[in-house]
């Protein structure tokens, strides 16, 4: 019974991990894509950071589904192989951003596919960000919850 708690605990915290990544990831595309019109921190206007409340959440749902398989994967892959390091999300997570640019640009859509270098490497930036956030919020402490769900309920010997 301990096992199936960390298990179901163990499963909210990667999807709680997905939704901070993919809000992540959406913010920096946002500040990327207002970096590129010329928005800059020393001139706020109202208008700009008042449509970023509204923005960064809706683009993250946008994010999070067509991210959601090639990520499940890599989330699956990191949890079997146990791999609880930055570096690891990081690269998953271009790796993610990789295999959505692919899936666009055969889907044949010349408005939706990203044909600019900076454009895919700026999803490929997002996706990096995104790991290192899913990282930060769930991909450390998961060494943790295999020692709960495995510890046993009584202490052991004091070795006086």
Do not use: K
């Not at 946002?30 to 970096?35: I, K």
């Amino acid at each position: 019974m301990n096992r199936l708690i960390a298990y179901l605990v163990r499963f909210a915290v990667i999807l709680i991990g997905y939704v901070v990544a993919s809000l992540a990831a959406s913010a920096f595309l946002n500040l990327l894509f207002l970096a590129s019109l010329g928005y800059t921190p020393e001139h706020p206007e109202p208008a700009a950071t008042a449509s970023l409340w509204f923005s960064i959440p809706f683009v993250a749902l946008f994010v999070a589904y067509f991210a959601f398989m090639p990520a499940a994967v890599a989330i699956l892959i990191s949890e079997i192989l146990s791999r609880r390091d930055w570096l690891f999300y990081a690269l998953a997570g271009a790796v993610v951003a990789a295999v959505f640019l692919g899936f666009a640009r055969q889907t044949a859509d010349a408005n939706f596919a990203a044909t600019d270098t900076r454009d895919m490497l700026a999803v490929i930036g997002c996706g990096m960000v995104g790991g290192i956030f899913y990282w930060l919020s769930a991909g450390r402490w998961a060494g943790s919850w295999r020692e709960a769900g495995d510890a046993p309920t009584s202490p052991g010997p004091s070795g006086s």
